[in-house]
Protein backbone atom coordinates (compact mmCIF):
# COMPACT_ATOMS: atom_id res chain seq x y z
CA UNK A 1 0.00 0.00 0.00
CA UNK A 2 2.52 2.57 0.65
CA UNK A 3 4.09 1.69 -2.57
CA UNK A 4 1.02 2.84 -4.68
CA UNK A 5 0.03 5.44 -1.61
CA UNK A 6 2.93 7.65 -0.79
CA UNK A 7 0.90 10.80 -0.39
CA UNK A 8 -1.09 9.09 2.49
CA UNK A 9 1.67 9.40 5.50
CA UNK A 10 1.44 13.38 4.95
CA UNK A 11 -2.42 13.02 4.48
CA UNK A 12 -2.17 11.24 7.95
CA UNK A 13 0.34 13.82 8.97
CA UNK A 14 -1.88 16.58 8.28
CA UNK A 15 -4.85 15.47 10.19
CA UNK A 16 -2.71 15.28 13.28
CA UNK A 17 -1.13 18.54 13.31
CA UNK A 18 -4.42 20.40 11.94
CA UNK A 19 -6.52 18.84 14.88
CA UNK A 20 -3.94 17.93 18.05
CA UNK A 21 -0.74 19.50 18.30
CA UNK A 22 -1.75 22.06 20.28
CA UNK A 23 -3.66 20.10 22.40
CA UNK A 24 -6.75 22.52 22.61
CA UNK A 25 -9.29 23.30 20.57
CA UNK A 26 -11.71 20.97 18.44
CA UNK A 27 -10.48 17.37 18.20
CA UNK A 28 -12.07 15.63 15.25
CA UNK A 29 -15.15 18.02 15.15
CA UNK A 30 -17.61 18.24 18.36
CA UNK A 31 -18.03 15.61 20.65
CA UNK A 32 -21.21 13.74 21.01
CA UNK A 33 -22.09 16.32 23.70
CA UNK A 34 -20.60 18.92 21.72
CA UNK A 35 -18.17 21.49 22.97
CA UNK A 36 -14.19 22.14 23.33
CA UNK A 37 -11.54 20.07 24.52
CA UNK A 38 -9.68 20.71 27.58
CA UNK A 39 -6.21 22.25 28.70
CA UNK A 40 -3.82 23.58 30.62
CA UNK A 41 -3.19 23.82 34.58
CA UNK A 42 -0.91 25.35 37.36
CA UNK A 43 1.68 23.68 39.18
CA UNK A 44 2.35 23.07 43.05
CA UNK A 45 5.14 21.65 45.49
CA UNK A 46 3.98 18.47 46.26
CA UNK A 47 -10.51 0.19 56.61
CA UNK A 48 -13.02 -0.68 54.28
CA UNK A 49 -12.71 -1.63 50.85
CA UNK A 50 -16.15 0.67 50.21
CA UNK A 51 -14.65 3.67 52.62
CA UNK A 52 -15.24 7.10 50.96
CA UNK A 53 -18.38 8.78 49.79
CA UNK A 54 -20.46 6.77 48.24
CA UNK A 55 -22.81 9.35 46.76
CA UNK A 56 -22.99 12.30 44.17
CA UNK A 57 -19.67 13.41 44.49
CA UNK A 58 -17.57 15.06 47.86
CA UNK A 59 -18.64 18.34 48.45
CA UNK A 60 -15.68 20.54 49.91
CA UNK A 61 -16.99 23.77 50.35
CA UNK A 62 -19.12 22.83 53.46
CA UNK A 63 -22.28 21.86 51.33
CA UNK A 64 -22.52 25.38 49.79
CA UNK A 65 -20.76 25.11 46.71
CA UNK A 66 -18.16 22.48 45.02
CA UNK A 67 -14.51 23.07 45.95
CA UNK A 68 -12.49 23.63 42.14
CA UNK A 69 -12.25 20.16 40.28
CA UNK A 70 -9.15 21.84 38.33
CA UNK A 71 -8.64 20.94 34.74
CA UNK A 72 -6.36 18.82 32.90
CA UNK A 73 -4.36 19.12 29.78
CA UNK A 74 -5.72 17.28 26.82
CA UNK A 75 -3.39 14.61 27.96
CA UNK A 76 -1.30 12.10 25.17
CA UNK A 77 -0.90 8.50 26.16
CA UNK A 78 2.38 8.11 27.71
CA UNK A 79 4.84 5.17 25.84
CA UNK A 80 3.38 2.97 28.40
CA UNK A 81 0.17 3.32 27.68
CA UNK A 82 0.54 3.54 24.02
CA UNK A 83 1.43 0.36 24.51
CA UNK A 84 -0.55 -1.16 26.09
CA UNK A 85 -3.34 0.54 24.43
CA UNK A 86 -2.69 -0.84 20.68
CA UNK A 87 -1.81 -4.30 22.64
CA UNK A 88 -5.48 -4.79 23.67
CA UNK A 89 -6.84 -2.65 21.17
CA UNK A 90 -5.10 -5.35 17.99
CA UNK A 91 -3.63 -8.22 19.98
CA UNK A 92 -0.13 -6.88 18.80
CA UNK A 93 3.24 -8.50 20.07
CA UNK A 94 5.05 -5.42 18.72
CA UNK A 95 6.51 -2.69 21.08
CA UNK A 96 6.23 0.48 18.86
CA UNK A 97 6.73 2.75 21.58
CA UNK A 98 10.17 1.21 22.80
CA UNK A 99 11.55 3.39 19.45
CA UNK A 100 9.52 6.74 20.51
CA UNK A 101 10.73 9.90 22.25
CA UNK A 102 11.09 9.50 25.80
CA UNK A 103 8.64 11.18 28.15
CA UNK A 104 9.24 14.10 30.13
CA UNK A 105 8.77 13.50 33.60
CA UNK A 106 7.10 15.95 36.35
CA UNK A 107 7.87 15.23 40.22
CA UNK A 108 8.49 11.44 39.86
CA UNK A 109 5.60 10.62 37.06
CA UNK A 110 5.28 10.43 33.51
CA UNK A 111 1.40 10.98 32.88
CA UNK A 112 1.41 14.73 33.57
CA UNK A 113 -0.43 16.13 30.29
CA UNK A 114 1.36 19.62 30.48
CA UNK A 115 4.41 17.94 29.90
CA UNK A 116 3.08 15.02 27.30
CA UNK A 117 3.63 17.36 24.15
CA UNK A 118 3.52 16.39 20.49
CA UNK A 119 6.56 17.13 17.88
CA UNK A 120 6.83 16.85 14.42
CA UNK A 121 9.28 13.91 15.65
CA UNK A 122 6.79 12.32 17.46
CA UNK A 123 4.31 12.52 14.72
CA UNK A 124 6.50 11.04 12.51
CA UNK A 125 6.89 7.94 14.69
CA UNK A 126 3.33 7.88 14.96
CA UNK A 127 3.27 8.01 11.35
CA UNK A 128 5.75 5.05 10.79
CA UNK A 129 3.86 2.52 14.15
CA UNK A 130 0.22 2.90 13.08
CA UNK A 131 1.45 1.36 9.01
CA UNK A 132 3.45 -1.22 10.95
CA UNK A 133 0.58 -1.97 13.35
CA UNK A 134 -2.32 -2.06 10.49
CA UNK A 135 -0.33 -4.16 8.34
CA UNK A 136 0.26 -6.39 11.38
CA UNK A 137 -3.33 -6.03 12.93
CA UNK A 138 -4.57 -7.14 9.01
CA UNK A 139 -2.78 -9.81 8.43
CA UNK A 140 -2.28 -14.20 9.41
CA UNK A 141 -4.27 -14.74 12.75
CA UNK A 142 -4.58 -11.31 13.90
CA UNK A 143 -6.80 -10.68 10.93
CA UNK A 144 -9.65 -12.55 11.93
CA UNK A 145 -9.58 -10.72 15.11
CA UNK A 146 -9.81 -7.38 14.01
CA UNK A 147 -11.53 -7.40 10.79
CA UNK A 148 -15.40 -9.28 10.89
CA UNK A 149 -16.29 -8.11 7.36
CA UNK A 150 -15.75 -8.78 3.86
CA UNK A 151 -13.33 -5.69 2.24
CA UNK A 152 -14.71 -6.36 -0.93
CA UNK A 153 -18.22 -5.50 -0.24
CA UNK A 154 -16.91 -1.32 0.19
CA UNK A 155 -18.22 1.19 2.19
CA UNK A 156 -20.28 -1.70 3.89
CA UNK A 157 -17.23 -3.09 5.21
CA UNK A 158 -15.42 -0.13 6.25
CA UNK A 159 -18.35 1.56 8.35
CA UNK A 160 -18.48 -1.97 10.47
CA UNK A 161 -14.74 -1.67 10.70
CA UNK A 162 -15.06 1.94 11.64
CA UNK A 163 -17.98 1.64 14.05
CA UNK A 164 -16.77 -1.42 15.77
CA UNK A 165 -12.84 -1.00 15.91
CA UNK A 166 -13.31 2.96 16.33
CA UNK A 167 -15.46 2.86 19.08
CA UNK A 168 -12.90 0.97 21.11
CA UNK A 169 -9.89 2.94 19.24
CA UNK A 170 -11.80 6.16 20.68
CA UNK A 171 -12.91 4.90 23.92
CA UNK A 172 -16.40 6.39 23.09
CA UNK A 173 -19.25 5.92 20.16
CA UNK A 174 -18.11 7.34 16.78
CA UNK A 175 -20.34 10.51 15.50
CA UNK A 176 -21.68 10.31 11.97
CA UNK A 177 -19.05 12.82 11.47
CA UNK A 178 -16.71 10.26 12.54
CA UNK A 179 -17.48 7.91 10.48
CA UNK A 180 -17.79 10.12 7.35
CA UNK A 181 -14.37 11.46 7.65
CA UNK A 182 -13.31 7.30 6.98
CA UNK A 183 -15.89 7.47 4.22
CA UNK A 184 -14.31 10.27 2.31
CA UNK A 185 -10.90 8.75 2.96
CA UNK A 186 -12.47 5.26 1.78
CA UNK A 187 -13.28 7.24 -1.46
CA UNK A 188 -9.55 8.87 -1.91
CA UNK A 189 -7.93 5.51 -1.28
CA UNK A 190 -9.94 3.87 -4.07
CA UNK A 191 -9.27 6.83 -6.62
CA UNK A 192 -5.68 6.74 -5.75
CA UNK A 193 -5.88 2.84 -7.16
CA UNK A 194 -6.05 0.90 -3.60
CA UNK A 195 -7.42 -2.39 -3.31
CA UNK A 196 -10.20 -3.37 -0.83
CA UNK A 197 -7.52 -4.37 1.65
CA UNK A 198 -5.88 -1.01 0.96
CA UNK A 199 -8.95 0.36 2.07
CA UNK A 200 -9.33 -0.89 5.14
CA UNK A 201 -5.40 -0.90 5.97
CA UNK A 202 -5.48 3.07 5.04
CA UNK A 203 -8.80 3.46 7.61
CA UNK A 204 -7.23 1.89 10.32
CA UNK A 205 -3.45 3.81 9.87
CA UNK A 206 -5.57 7.00 10.09
CA UNK A 207 -7.49 5.78 13.12
CA UNK A 208 -3.84 5.40 14.99
CA UNK A 209 -2.94 8.50 14.22
CA UNK A 210 -6.42 10.34 15.30
CA UNK A 211 -5.91 12.71 18.16
CA UNK A 212 -9.03 10.57 19.60
CA UNK A 213 -6.61 7.69 19.96
CA UNK A 214 -3.17 9.32 20.75
CA UNK A 215 -4.90 11.44 23.54
CA UNK A 216 -7.88 11.25 26.19
CA UNK A 217 -9.94 14.71 25.02
CA UNK A 218 -12.35 15.79 27.61
CA UNK A 219 -15.11 18.14 26.45
CA UNK A 220 -16.93 20.84 28.08
CA UNK A 221 -20.33 20.84 27.16
CA UNK A 222 -21.27 24.15 27.79
CA UNK A 223 -17.75 26.39 27.31
CA UNK A 224 -19.57 29.44 28.39
CA UNK A 225 -20.68 28.09 31.71
CA UNK A 226 -18.58 29.17 34.80
CA UNK A 227 -19.88 26.03 36.72
CA UNK A 228 -17.74 22.74 37.08
CA UNK A 229 -19.46 20.17 35.42
CA UNK A 230 -19.65 16.20 36.01
CA UNK A 231 -17.33 14.10 33.19
CA UNK A 232 -19.02 11.78 30.86
CA UNK A 233 -19.07 8.55 31.86
CA UNK A 234 -17.14 7.68 28.95
CA UNK A 235 -14.45 9.95 30.16
CA UNK A 236 -14.50 8.93 33.67
CA UNK A 237 -14.12 5.57 31.99
CA UNK A 238 -11.04 6.45 30.73
CA UNK A 239 -9.57 8.23 33.80
CA UNK A 240 -10.29 5.22 35.66
CA UNK A 241 -9.09 2.48 33.24
CA UNK A 242 -5.40 4.55 32.66
CA UNK A 243 -5.52 4.85 36.22
CA UNK A 244 -5.14 1.11 37.05
CA UNK A 245 -4.77 -0.76 33.55
CA UNK A 246 -2.54 2.33 31.83
CA UNK A 247 -4.83 0.87 28.66
CA UNK A 248 -8.28 1.33 27.07
CA UNK A 249 -11.55 0.38 29.17
CA UNK A 250 -12.20 -3.62 29.10
CA UNK A 251 -14.96 -4.62 28.28
CA UNK A 252 -16.88 -4.57 31.70
CA UNK A 253 -15.87 -0.41 32.65
CA UNK A 254 -17.22 0.11 28.92
CA UNK A 255 -20.13 -1.67 29.05
CA UNK A 256 -20.83 -0.06 32.68
CA UNK A 257 -19.72 3.41 30.28
CA UNK A 258 -21.87 3.01 27.86
CA UNK A 259 -25.01 2.31 30.21
CA UNK A 260 -24.85 5.36 31.73
CA UNK A 261 -23.42 3.99 35.74
CA UNK A 262 -20.34 5.47 36.34
CA UNK A 263 -21.95 9.32 37.30
CA UNK A 264 -22.03 8.46 40.64
CA UNK A 265 -19.57 7.92 43.32
CA UNK A 266 -20.23 4.67 44.75
CA UNK A 267 -20.44 3.04 41.18
CA UNK A 268 -16.76 4.54 40.36
CA UNK A 269 -15.68 2.78 43.47
CA UNK A 270 -17.08 -0.28 42.77
CA UNK A 271 -15.28 -0.64 39.08
CA UNK A 272 -12.24 0.30 41.01
CA UNK A 273 -12.38 -2.61 43.63
CA UNK A 274 -13.07 -4.87 40.84
CA UNK A 275 -10.17 -3.03 38.55
CA UNK A 276 -7.73 -3.89 41.20
CA UNK A 277 -8.21 -7.17 41.65
CA UNK A 278 -7.65 -8.02 38.03
CA UNK A 279 -4.43 -9.85 36.72
CA UNK A 280 -4.26 -6.63 34.53
CA UNK A 281 -3.96 -4.16 36.93
CA UNK A 282 -0.82 -2.09 36.75
CA UNK A 283 -1.25 0.63 39.56
CA UNK A 284 1.03 -0.78 41.98
CA UNK A 285 3.74 -1.44 39.91
CA UNK A 286 3.81 1.95 37.57
CA UNK A 287 2.65 4.15 40.68
CA UNK A 288 5.05 2.38 43.57
CA UNK A 289 7.72 2.18 41.31
CA UNK A 290 7.71 6.37 40.19
CA UNK A 291 6.52 7.20 43.83
CA UNK A 292 9.32 5.60 44.93
CA UNK A 293 11.99 6.80 42.03
CA UNK A 294 12.84 2.82 41.35
CA UNK A 295 11.67 2.60 38.08
CA UNK A 296 15.46 2.36 36.71
CA UNK A 297 17.01 0.41 39.59
CA UNK A 298 17.52 -2.90 36.95
CA UNK A 299 19.83 -0.38 34.83
CA UNK A 300 21.58 0.95 37.90
CA UNK A 301 25.57 1.36 37.39
CA UNK A 302 27.10 0.83 40.79
CA UNK A 303 31.24 0.18 40.83
CA UNK A 304 32.04 -2.78 39.95
CA UNK A 305 35.11 -3.26 42.17
CA UNK A 306 33.46 -1.48 45.14
CA UNK A 307 29.70 -3.79 44.68
CA UNK A 308 30.67 -6.76 42.30
CA UNK A 309 27.81 -8.86 43.45
CA UNK A 310 25.22 -6.10 41.77
CA UNK A 311 23.57 -6.87 38.20
CA UNK A 312 20.47 -6.35 36.49
CA UNK A 313 18.67 -9.04 37.51
CA UNK A 314 19.68 -7.78 40.97
CA UNK A 315 17.76 -4.86 40.21
CA UNK A 316 15.11 -6.85 38.46
CA UNK A 317 14.23 -8.76 41.84
CA UNK A 318 14.34 -5.87 43.84
CA UNK A 319 11.39 -3.76 41.67
CA UNK A 320 9.94 -7.13 41.47
CA UNK A 321 9.95 -6.58 45.62
CA UNK A 322 8.77 -3.46 45.59
CA UNK A 323 5.52 -3.82 43.25
CA UNK A 324 4.50 -7.18 45.17
CA UNK A 325 4.73 -5.00 48.67
CA UNK A 326 2.72 -2.16 47.23
CA UNK A 327 0.56 -4.32 45.77
CA UNK A 328 -0.18 -6.27 48.96
CA UNK A 329 -1.33 -3.09 51.05
CA UNK A 330 -3.59 -2.34 47.83
CA UNK A 331 -5.50 -5.78 47.55
CA UNK A 332 -5.49 -5.84 51.52
CA UNK A 333 -6.03 -2.71 52.11
CA UNK A 334 -3.38 -2.43 55.02
CA UNK A 335 -2.98 0.59 56.48
CA UNK A 336 -0.33 3.63 55.11
CA UNK A 337 1.77 3.70 58.19
CA UNK A 338 2.63 -0.14 57.93
CA UNK A 339 4.44 0.74 54.54
CA UNK A 340 7.21 1.76 57.15
CA UNK A 341 6.90 -0.87 59.93
CA UNK A 342 5.69 -4.14 58.26
CA UNK A 343 7.69 -7.34 58.55
CA UNK A 344 6.99 -8.96 55.67
CA UNK A 345 8.22 -8.86 52.11
CA UNK A 346 8.57 -10.90 48.79
CA UNK A 347 12.07 -12.28 47.36
CA UNK A 348 13.69 -14.83 45.52
CA UNK A 349 17.05 -16.28 46.36
CA UNK A 350 19.04 -14.05 44.83
CA UNK A 351 17.73 -10.88 46.93
CA UNK A 352 17.50 -13.63 50.39
CA UNK A 353 21.58 -13.98 50.04
CA UNK A 354 21.53 -10.16 49.43
CA UNK A 355 19.71 -9.13 52.40
CA UNK A 356 21.24 -12.26 54.20
CA UNK A 357 18.11 -14.11 55.25
CA UNK A 358 16.96 -17.74 54.51
CA UNK A 359 16.64 -19.12 50.79
CA UNK A 360 12.74 -19.37 49.84
CA UNK A 361 13.58 -21.55 47.74
CA UNK A 362 13.08 -20.04 43.89
CA UNK A 363 15.62 -18.10 41.69
CA UNK A 364 12.10 -16.60 39.25
CA UNK A 365 9.19 -16.20 41.30
CA UNK A 366 9.30 -14.21 44.73
CA UNK A 367 7.93 -15.28 47.56
CA UNK A 368 6.22 -13.76 50.80
CA UNK A 369 8.17 -14.16 53.86
CA UNK A 370 7.63 -12.93 56.94
CA UNK A 371 10.57 -11.08 58.18
CA UNK A 372 12.40 -12.24 61.58
CA UNK A 373 15.89 -10.37 61.45
CA UNK A 374 15.75 -6.70 62.33
CA UNK A 375 17.81 -5.41 59.50
CA UNK A 376 15.06 -5.59 57.32
CA UNK A 377 11.64 -4.36 57.29
CA UNK A 378 8.91 -1.49 55.59
CA UNK A 379 10.48 0.47 52.65
CA UNK A 380 13.63 1.73 54.04
CA UNK A 381 14.57 -2.15 54.26
CA UNK A 382 14.33 -2.35 50.28
CA UNK A 383 17.26 -2.37 48.23
CA UNK A 384 15.54 -0.50 45.51
CA UNK A 385 14.71 2.32 47.59
CA UNK A 386 17.98 2.13 49.05
CA UNK A 387 20.21 1.98 45.71
CA UNK A 388 17.68 4.87 43.75
CA UNK A 389 18.74 7.27 46.80
CA UNK A 390 22.84 6.43 46.36
CA UNK A 391 25.52 6.86 44.52
CA UNK A 392 27.17 4.59 42.19
CA UNK A 393 30.40 4.66 44.54
CA UNK A 394 28.86 5.83 48.20
CA UNK A 395 25.50 6.02 49.74
CA UNK A 396 24.25 9.28 50.11
CA UNK A 397 22.75 9.86 53.17
CA UNK A 398 21.56 13.48 51.96
CA UNK A 399 19.67 11.56 49.19
CA UNK A 400 17.94 9.57 51.02
CA UNK A 401 16.84 12.14 53.69
CA UNK A 402 15.98 14.43 51.14
CA UNK A 403 13.74 11.74 49.40
CA UNK A 404 12.10 11.01 52.62
CA UNK A 405 10.97 14.50 53.09
CA UNK A 406 10.35 15.10 49.62
CA UNK A 407 8.14 11.44 48.72
CA UNK A 408 6.58 10.95 52.43
CA UNK A 409 6.12 13.77 53.84
CA UNK A 410 5.72 15.75 50.90
CA UNK A 411 8.12 18.78 52.70
CA UNK A 412 11.04 18.76 50.64
CA UNK A 413 13.84 21.21 52.14
CA UNK A 414 14.72 23.52 49.55
CA UNK A 415 17.50 24.02 47.08
CA UNK A 416 21.13 25.31 48.40
CA UNK A 417 21.77 28.47 47.42
CA UNK A 418 23.02 29.45 44.53
CA UNK A 419 26.51 30.43 45.62
CA UNK A 420 27.11 27.59 47.39
CA UNK A 421 29.31 25.19 45.72
CA UNK A 422 28.91 21.46 46.01
CA UNK A 423 31.60 19.62 47.73
CA UNK A 424 33.94 17.21 45.50
CA UNK A 425 33.61 13.72 45.46
CA UNK A 426 36.97 13.14 46.53
CA UNK A 427 36.13 15.34 49.53
CA UNK A 428 33.09 13.53 50.39
CA UNK A 429 34.63 9.83 50.39
CA UNK A 430 38.21 10.92 52.06
CA UNK A 431 36.10 10.10 55.37
CA UNK A 432 32.92 8.47 56.64
CA UNK A 433 29.71 9.86 55.86
CA UNK A 434 28.87 11.20 59.43
CA UNK A 435 32.32 12.34 59.80
CA UNK A 436 31.98 14.58 56.71
CA UNK A 437 28.50 15.20 57.48
CA UNK A 438 29.06 16.90 60.52
CA UNK A 439 32.24 19.20 59.17
CA UNK A 440 29.71 20.20 56.00
CA UNK A 441 26.82 21.38 59.03
CA UNK A 442 29.37 23.71 60.61
CA UNK A 443 28.85 26.05 57.90
CA UNK A 444 25.73 27.70 58.90
CA UNK A 445 24.77 28.53 55.19
CA UNK A 446 24.38 24.54 54.79
CA UNK A 447 23.49 23.48 58.20
CA UNK A 448 19.40 24.67 58.46
CA UNK A 449 18.70 22.24 55.63
CA UNK A 450 21.53 19.56 56.89
CA UNK A 451 19.80 19.29 60.31
CA UNK A 452 16.58 18.24 58.56
CA UNK A 453 17.96 15.45 56.07
CA UNK A 454 21.00 14.21 57.96
CA UNK A 455 19.00 12.07 60.53
CA UNK A 456 17.01 10.41 58.82
CA UNK A 457 20.21 9.47 55.68
CA UNK A 458 22.01 8.60 58.59
CA UNK A 459 20.08 6.12 60.57
CA UNK A 460 20.03 4.16 57.30
CA UNK A 461 24.05 3.56 56.84
CA UNK A 462 24.25 0.49 57.69
CA UNK A 463 23.06 0.12 53.97
CA UNK A 464 25.59 0.43 51.31
CA UNK A 465 24.83 1.93 47.99
CA UNK A 466 23.39 -1.31 46.96
CA UNK A 467 21.42 -2.11 49.64
CA UNK A 468 23.04 -4.90 51.74
CA UNK A 469 24.15 -4.62 55.22
CA UNK A 470 27.31 -3.22 56.60
CA UNK A 471 28.59 -2.61 60.59
CA UNK A 472 31.71 -0.25 59.49
CA UNK A 473 32.60 2.44 56.95
CA UNK A 474 36.07 3.66 56.16
CA UNK A 475 37.18 1.43 59.00
CA UNK A 476 34.85 2.78 61.51
CA UNK A 477 32.11 1.20 63.20
CA UNK A 478 28.90 2.91 61.67
CA UNK A 479 27.03 5.15 64.71
CA UNK A 480 23.52 5.25 63.47
CA UNK A 481 22.26 6.89 66.48
CA UNK A 482 20.71 10.74 65.80
CA UNK A 483 17.80 13.09 66.36
CA UNK A 484 14.87 14.20 64.14
CA UNK A 485 13.71 17.49 64.18
CA UNK A 486 10.58 17.25 66.25
CA UNK A 487 13.29 16.00 69.32
CA UNK A 488 12.58 12.23 68.87
CA UNK A 489 16.20 10.38 69.39
CA UNK A 490 16.37 7.25 66.94
CA UNK A 491 19.31 4.63 66.33
CA UNK A 492 18.83 2.86 62.97
CA UNK A 493 16.25 1.89 60.60
CA UNK A 494 13.64 0.35 62.90
CA UNK A 495 13.68 3.49 64.87
CA UNK A 496 13.48 5.70 62.20
CA UNK A 497 10.47 4.44 60.55
CA UNK A 498 8.49 3.80 63.64
CA UNK A 499 9.15 7.79 64.49
CA UNK A 500 8.04 8.62 60.48
CA UNK A 501 5.27 5.97 60.71
CA UNK A 502 3.36 8.27 63.14
CA UNK A 503 4.11 11.33 61.28
CA UNK A 504 0.81 13.43 60.70
CA UNK A 505 2.29 14.71 57.37
CA UNK A 506 2.28 10.87 55.67
CA UNK A 507 -1.02 9.85 55.23
CA UNK A 508 -1.89 13.74 53.51
CA UNK A 509 1.53 13.02 51.87
CA UNK A 510 0.77 10.25 50.44
CA UNK A 511 -2.89 11.12 49.38
CA UNK A 512 -1.30 14.17 47.63
CA UNK A 513 0.60 11.89 45.50
CA UNK A 514 -1.61 9.53 44.26
CA UNK A 515 -4.28 12.46 43.63
CA UNK A 516 -1.92 14.08 41.34
CA UNK A 517 -0.57 10.41 39.79
CA UNK A 518 -4.54 9.64 39.29
CA UNK A 519 -5.37 12.96 37.93
CA UNK A 520 -2.24 13.37 35.60
CA UNK A 521 -1.53 16.89 36.68
CA UNK A 522 0.15 19.29 39.25
CA UNK A 523 -2.07 19.76 42.10
CA UNK A 524 -2.78 23.65 43.16
CA UNK A 525 -3.57 25.23 46.64
CA UNK A 526 -7.19 24.74 45.38
CA UNK A 527 -6.90 20.89 45.85
CA UNK A 528 -5.81 21.24 49.03
CA UNK A 529 -9.54 20.16 50.59
CA UNK A 530 -9.27 16.99 48.47
CA UNK A 531 -6.26 15.95 49.43
CA UNK A 532 -7.50 16.07 53.08
CA UNK A 533 -10.63 14.33 52.10
CA UNK A 534 -8.83 11.87 50.69
CA UNK A 535 -6.41 11.36 53.60
CA UNK A 536 -9.43 11.57 56.06
CA UNK A 537 -9.52 7.98 57.86
CA UNK A 538 -12.33 5.82 57.88
CA UNK A 539 -14.14 6.02 61.18
CA UNK A 540 -12.55 4.28 64.31
CA UNK A 541 -9.40 3.09 61.96
CA UNK A 542 -6.60 4.47 60.09
CA UNK A 543 -6.66 4.98 56.12
CA UNK A 544 -6.09 2.07 54.66
CA UNK A 545 -3.90 2.66 51.02
CA UNK A 546 -6.71 0.65 48.87
CA UNK A 547 -8.83 3.69 51.20
CA UNK A 548 -6.77 6.85 49.45
CA UNK A 549 -7.57 5.51 46.01
CA UNK A 550 -11.35 4.97 46.82
CA UNK A 551 -11.57 8.39 47.89
CA UNK A 552 -9.90 9.19 45.25
CA UNK A 553 -11.70 8.02 42.18
CA UNK A 554 -14.99 9.13 44.50
CA UNK A 555 -13.65 12.82 44.61
CA UNK A 556 -15.22 15.85 42.75
CA UNK A 557 -11.49 16.45 41.38
CA UNK A 558 -11.45 12.93 39.58
CA UNK A 559 -15.05 12.82 38.22
CA UNK A 560 -15.65 16.44 37.46
CA UNK A 561 -13.50 18.89 35.70
CA UNK A 562 -13.50 22.86 35.82
CA UNK A 563 -15.51 24.82 33.03
CA UNK A 564 -12.91 26.09 30.41
CA UNK A 565 -13.48 29.89 30.49
CA UNK A 566 -12.66 29.79 34.30
CA UNK A 567 -9.31 28.23 33.77
CA UNK A 568 -8.38 30.34 30.84
CA UNK A 569 -9.44 33.51 32.91
CA UNK A 570 -12.57 34.00 32.31
CA UNK A 571 -11.40 34.24 28.17
CA UNK A 572 -13.56 32.56 25.77
Known sequence: MQDRLPWFLAFLGSIVIATGAGCTGSIDGPSPGGGTPAGGSTNNPGGSSGSGNTGGGMNMMGGTAPAEPGRVTMRRLNQTEYDNTVTDLLGTLSHPAAAFLSDTVANGFDNNGDLLTLSPVRVAQYQQAAASLATEALSGTLRTRNLTCDPTTGDTCVRTFVTTMGERAYRRPLTDDDVNRYLTLAGKVRTAGGMPDDVINAALQAMLVSPSFLFRPEFDPDPTSLTPHALSPYEVASRLSYLVYESMPDDALYSAAKAGQLTAAKDVQTQLQRMLMDSRSRLSQSYAEQWLGVRNVDSAQPDKTLYPTFSAAL????????DLYYDEFVRQNLPVDQLLTSNFTYIDDSLAAHYGVAAVGSTTDLKRVTLSTPQRGGLWGMGAVLVATSRGNRTSPVSRGRFTLDALMCAPPPPPPAN?????????????????????????????CHNLMDPIGLALENYDAIGKWRDTDKGKTIDASGTLPDGTNINGRAQLEAALAKDTRMPACLASNLLEYSLGRHLTDNDQPYVKQVAKAPAGGKPGVRDLLMNVVASDAFRMRQAETVAMGGKQ
Open 315 to 322: GTSMKKEV
Open 420 to 448: VQPPSDATITATDERTFLAMHRSDPTCAA
